[in-house]
């Protein structure tokens, strides 16, 4: 991940080369980067958990504490992945004066909360976002083309008496369906049945000699 980050950054660097990209190989390493009185901008690729280990166990207090006065920016990519543990935690404890900002595809909000805690608490507001329909419009990814086949099947037939009843759905479905029904035993019912269904060998062999025939 930190070698596909760096080599991205470069790419978007060579035009300019204002900013110098430095990969770190080692917590030493990026201790060392950081605290840097150089005056050329850089921007440090690094893994949470090196940033994590640059602490008072690791290094001397003055040293950290000079660290700590220096104007530093973290930009956190996947920041729905790692940034709700200790280790988030420990950053900007050791670091209170930082600037965070957290790139994401996924935020973390109330209903699919983790330890009760969202990405807009961690972070502050959001400053941009960018959606689906955004990237398709600027035909930055592809539209949604979906298309249905319809198979017979004796769907009642399928769902043996000996399935069982009692199919839980996870915390998380569970959160974020009751936020739209106060009663979640329909859902619960057509995740049972679609994924007995889903995993019915006959209707496998199906789907496959579909796309064998028709793609």
């Known amino acids: 991940m930190e070698t596909q980050t760096q080599s991205s950054f470069h790419e978007m660097n060579k035009s300019s080369n204002h900013v110098e990209v430095k990969k770190t190989n080692s917590t030493k390493d990026l201790f060392k980067e950081l605290i840097s009185s150089s005056s050329k901008k850089k921007l440090i690729v690094s893994s949470i958990y090196k940033q994590y280990r640059i602490n008072e166990s690791n290094f001397k207090k003055e040293d950290l504490d000079k660290l700590a006065n220096?104007?530093?920016v973290f930009i956190f990519d996947e920041a729905h992945r790692t940034t709700f543990g200790d280790m988030y935690t420990g950053i900007i404890k050791t670091l209170k004066n930082a600037v965070i900002f957290g790139f994401t595809g996924t935020p973390i909000v109330e209903e699919n909360s983790k330890n009760g805690i969202t990405s807009y608490e961690n972070f502050g507001p959001l400053?941009?976002?960018?959606?689906m329909k955004n990237a398709i419009d600027d035909k930055k990814v592809l539209g949604f083309n979906c298309e249905y086949v319809i198979f017979n099947y004796?769907?009642?037939?399928?769902?043996?008496s000996?399935?069982?009843n009692n199919f839980e759905l996870s915390?998380?479905?569970?959160?974020?369906?009751?936020?739209?029904?106060p009663d979640d035993n329909e859902i619960r019912n057509e995740k049972r049945d679609f994924e007995l269904l889903a995993n019915n060998l006959s209707h496998k062999k199906n789907?496959?000699?579909h796309i064998?025939?028709?793609?």
């Open 127 to 131: 400053i941009h976002k960018y959606t």
């Open 154 to 160: 004796d769907f009642k037939n399928l769902i043996s």
């Open 171 to 181: 915390s998380n479905e569970s959160k974020i369906i009751h936020t739209i029904y």
């Open 212 to 215: 064998l025939n028709h793609w």
């Open 162 to 164: 000996n399935y069982d």
């Open 70 to 72: 220096k104007k530093i």
């Open 207 to 209: 789907v496959a000699r």
